[in-house]
Nanobody
């Protein structure tokens, strides 16, 4: 059974930092892509960052502030988020997939507010 479990979300002030973690089944890390998406209230889920063998990809809104990484030995991927803004408030989901097979975590809430 494929599982992904996010952690590390919370409440942070603008300009602050958080690191999200996603503990996943080992099979996730042999898939083509691993990544993070987010969904704000009333909005569609959107890409934040992805990681493939070809490199990383970031949404324009987070470039230079967020960093995606993974530790295959720990079966964990990370999203380091710096210089957080109120508009980064959302539920963040980690994922992994190859072709039509896509797996999602349950999400972790990130709230950026003063």
């Amino acid at each position: 059974q494929v599982q992904l479990v996010e952690s590390g979300g919370g409440l942070v002030q603008p300009g602050g930092s958080l690191r999200l973690s996603c503990a996943a089944s080992k099979s996730i890390f042999s898939m083509y892509v691993q990544g993070w998406y987010r969904q704000a209230p009333g909005k569609q889920r959107e890409l934040v960052a992805t990681l493939t063998s070809g490199g990383t990809n970031y949404a324009d809104s987070v470039k230079g502030r967020f960093t995606i990484s993974k530790d295959n030995a720990k079966d964990t991927m990370y999203l380091q988020m710096n210089s957080l803004k109120p508009e980064d408030t959302a539920v963040y989901y980690c994922m992994g997939g190859s072709g039509s097979r896509v797996y999602w975590g349950q999400g972790t809430q990130v709230t950026v507010t003063s």
